[in-house]
């Protein structure tokens, strides 16, 4: 069992930073990949980032690639993302989320359904 408390969000202006963290408790968290999603009210649930806990590879859905960054510390039991240049479209739940079973593609990541355990999530808005 894992449980997943995001933290970090806000409101920022188009163009700031910013740095969401996931806590994990529970056992073997470094068993597992994290991942960051993001949803807006009507819409379905969109994958962010994930990182795998043996190589630590890092995958990244387009709307993230070269702006934001994931990184996790087991040692911490925490899973960060950092936030760069952010813009209005970034505004969302973001959701932290813990996968058993991994791959080494990253589509496999990019589907919600292989995600064991999630957190309640943080809320992000992006001014314009």
């Known amino acids: 069992q894992v449980q997943l408390v995001e933290s970090g969000g806000g409101l920022v202006q188009t163009g700031d930073s910013l740095r969401l963290s996931c806590a994990a408790s529970g056992r073997s968290f470094s068993s597992y990949a994290m991942g960051w999603f993001r949803q807006v009210t009507g819409k379905e649930r969109e994958f962010v980032a994930a990182?795998?806990?043996?190589?630590?590879?890092?995958y990244y859905g387009p709307s993230a690639k070269g702006r934001f960054t994931i990184s996790r510390d087991n040692a911490e039991n925490t899973v960060d993302l950092e936030m760069n240049s952010v813009k209005p479209e970034d505004t969302g739940v973001y959701y932290c989320a813990a996968a058993l079973h991994t791959a080494d593609y990253s589509g496999y990541y990019y589907n919600s359904d292989v995600y064991d355990y999630w957190g309640q999530g943080t809320q992000v808005t992006v001014s314009s």
């Open positions: 990182v795998t806990w043996r190589r630590r590879a890092t």
